[in-house]
């Protein structure tokens, strides 16, 4: 039988949410600590891959994916300047990722993610509680209980605190010992929302609009489009080169429009017509501080998930993808806490298995980033070669098409994993 642990998270992001509903489920006391004062604005588009799209059945989300994503038919990508289609590759159509890996890939608006998990987590008896950011951690010493301070002063002690804080954790520099230095990646990512009447014109023009991911590749740029909300809103990331203005690491730098259009002066023309419809975007400048080695305190119970232990970068879409199986893998982990597995065991192990897998997952992004940016020239004219080669084969050099990585990447179960290592390892 599984101990019952009384748990804090630290931030109720998509990975401390994801935490609470698998924790709560398994009938852990969960209270998660939140800085922000409300759920506001809280980014846009978050494609869920068949990895997760598994793990959400689990919870018992099905229906609320059904009814709140839209489930894309194909990716079209598309030459930069000209709109040439490159390659189109199948998603959901003739139940591709059902019948390949199990489960639909989805595309769904953040916020609708977020509150299914939310509402799930506070169903399942999980405490959240707003205005509570963390600001110091102490392990347990002189007859007190490990315990994080929150910005009112107040401790918090529990059996496990788990560090969701994002990717400027305040914890994790507890667990590391250090500040973890951010250094900026070179690259901002506009986000933007328009209605579905604003993109019915662009339709006409650019059919593939209505059935799947649409990607114009370009040098140093990229863009991605497509439906969430039920079909109601289209999201765009836009990926460019950080401009001299942008200086400081933030999700929530109001996007400047002229200087989104001008660097897009010469890309397709359709593309430009879409871009012409934002009249307000969110700029997301993107730094990096490398995946950290280290995930739990070397003495305490803290441990951290998601963007705090592994930031993510957007070319692969598996940033938010890793939170949600590092939510599972931990609970996963925490089941086997008995006398046999002490619960720093556990969450050695939790590391052990998590900390490979995102790896490869921030190797395949910074992959994709060279591969989507590749300047003119004969490497980009290889790329597109391939690109047209190879549509629905799987052998390609299109980690986003190619069947080996797709495997790996959505054929993915942590269950399984942990049980795998569990049995291979019964001396954990
Ligand atoms: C443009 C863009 C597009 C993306 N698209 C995708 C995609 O399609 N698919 C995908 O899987 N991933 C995507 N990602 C990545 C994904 O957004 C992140 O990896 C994911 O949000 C990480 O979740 P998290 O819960 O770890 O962190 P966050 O979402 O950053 O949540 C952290 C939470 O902790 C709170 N917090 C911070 N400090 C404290 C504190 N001291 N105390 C208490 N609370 C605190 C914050 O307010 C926040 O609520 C994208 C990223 C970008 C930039």
């Given at each position: 039988?599984?101990?019952?642990l ?19 489920i ?110 110091h ?45 951010a ?51 289209y999201n765009l ?65 803290l441990?951290?998930?998601?963007d ?121």
């Amino acid at each position: 039988m599984t101990h019952k642990l009384n748990i804090l998270i630290a931030g109720a992001g998509l990975g401390g949410l994801a935490a609470a509903v698998a924790l709560s489920i398994d009938g852990h006391h969960v209270t998660v600590l939140e800085a922000a004062s409300e759920f506001g604005e809280i980014g846009a588009g978050i494609q869920v891959t068949p990895n997760v799209t598994r793990i959400l059945h689990r919870w018992d989300l099905a229906e609320s994916l059904g009814r709140y994503g839209c489930t894309p038919e194909t990716v079209t990508q598309l030459r930069w300047d000209d709109g040439t289609q490159l390659t189109r590759f199948s998603i959901n159509r003739d139940g591709r990722m059902e019948r390949e890996y199990g489960y639909k890939y989805y595309h769904i608006h953040r916020k609708d993610l977020h509150r299914m998990l939310l509402e799930t987590a506070q169903r399942r008896g999980a405490i959240v509680k707003v205005n509570c950011g963390v600001v110091h951690y102490t392990t347990s010493s002189e007859g007190l209980p490990q315990a994080v301070v929150t910005q009112d002063g107040f401790r918090h002690s529990a059996d496990l605190i788990i560090a969701a804080d994002g990717c400027r954790s305040t914890l994790g520099r507890f667990v590391v010992g250090s500040e973890i230095k951010a250094e900026p990646t070179g690259d901002s990512a506009y986000r933007a929302l328009l209605t579905r009447q604003q993109v019915q014109d662009a339709e006409l023009e650019i059919p593939e609009l209505a059935s799947g991911s649409v990607v114009w590749l370009g040098p140093g740029s990229h863009v991605v489009g497509y439906y969430v909300d039920g079909g109601r809103l289209y999201n765009l990331v836009i990926v460019v080169p950080t401009g001299d203005e942008v200086n400081e690491e933030s999700w929530k730098l109001p996007g400047k429009m002229e200087r989104l259009r001008a660097h897009f002066a010469g890309w397709d023309p359709r593309l430009r017509r879409l871009l012409s419809k934002i009249d307000k975007s969110l700029l997301w400048n993107l730094y990096d501080r490398g995946g950290l080695s280290q995930w739990v305190h070397p003495v305490g119970n803290l441990v951290l998930i998601g963007d705090a232990a592994h930031p993510m970068l957007p070319y692969v879409a598996q940033g938010a993808a890793s939170a949600v199986e590092d939510a599972a893998a931990l609970a996963e982990c925490l089941k086997l806490v008995s006398e046999k597995c002490s619960l720093r065991e556990a969450l050695t192990m939790y590391a052990r298995l998590r900390i490979p897998r995102t790896s490869a997952m921030r190797t395949a992004g910074q992959k994709n980033r060279v591969y989507f940016h590749l300047p003119d020239g004969p490497e980009q004219q290889q790329r597109d070669a391939d690109l047209q080669k190879y549509d629905e084969t799987g052998e390609t050099p299109n980690q986003l098409n190619n069947s080996k990585v797709l495997a790996a990447m959505y054929g993915y179960d942590i269950v399984k994993d942990v049980r795998r290592e569990y049995e291979a390892n019964q001396a954990i």
